[in-house]
């Protein structure tokens, strides 16, 4: 059984066009986040929610809007993606009390061209 | 310059090897120390997390952390071909909701 999981797994699209991706988790674990991950392998935290409220909001373009509908879900809109968009997105989960224990999905390849 | 520091290598060692990854840090208020290890393709995976100082084993594995200055390494004895992959730490202050921050990680190729 896959514990958290993220569709789709590659995405490729053209500049100017809105996007998303879908985190799923059955680990019953109750804060999930998003990261961004760059060419160099550097992994940076973009938004983390708490049953579904918005507890991490780090520097993000406000073209990225997280959406989460159940503590077992986060979503991730991309509005009017750009060249720089372009890296490996990864959802992960963990117990609130436990965050320092993350399960990452196995991330999201954008492409923006 | 970045809080969490880590040579990205890359690093080959011989099997059976012993390997020693390093991070330095500058934010003195890091209380969780952890080591990630990241197969090609694939998403982080948590190895060992250590609470403030100290050392911890598990395994072929052993965390340090050396809060006097900055240091936290994590040592594979024995390795293996399946320990090839790159490993991030991370590190945390304490207190709720607080984000982890990763070093960039350092690609381990170990060669049989």
């Known amino acids: 059984d896959t514990a958290v999981s993220q569709t789709p797994k590659y995405l490729v699209t053209q500049m100017g066009n809105d996007k998303s991706i879908k985190c799923e988790q059955n680990?019953?674990?109750?804060?999930m986040y998003w990261y961004k991950q760059d060419s160099k392998k550097f992994l940076k935290i973009m938004f983390s929610y708490n049953n579904k409220e918005l507890i991490i909001n780090e520097t993000v373009p406000n073209r990225f809007s997280p959406k989460s509908p159940d503590k077992a879900h986060l979503n991730l809109h991309i509005n009017s993606l750009e060249l720089g968009d372009s890296a490996v997105y990864f959802c992960?989960?963990?117990?609130?009390?436990?965050?320092?224990?993350?399960?990452f999905g196995p991330g999201t390849r954008l492409t923006v061209t | 310059q970045k809080e969490v520091e880590q040579d990205p290598g890359p690093l080959s060692v011989p099997e059976g090897a012993i390997v020693s990854l390093n991070c330095t840090y500058s934010?003195?208020?890091?209380?969780?120390f952890m080591w990630y290890r990241q197969y090609s393709r694939k998403g982080p995976e948590l190895l060992m997390y250590?609470?403030?100082?100290g050392n911890k084993e598990d395994g072929r594995f052993t965390a340090q952390v050396d809060k006097s200055s900055k240091y936290i390494s994590l040592f594979i004895r024995d390795s293996q071909p399946s320990d090839s992959a790159t490993y991030l730490c991370a590190m945390r202050i304490s207190g709720s909701a607080r984000q982890l921050t990763f070093g960039s990680g350092t690609q381990l190729t170990v060669l049989p």
């Open positions: 680990l019953g674990h109750d804060t």
């Open positions: 934010n003195s208020a890091f209380q969780y």
């Open positions: 992960a989960s963990s117990h609130r009390d436990r965050d320092y224990e993350q399960y």
């Open positions: 250590t609470y403030s100082s």
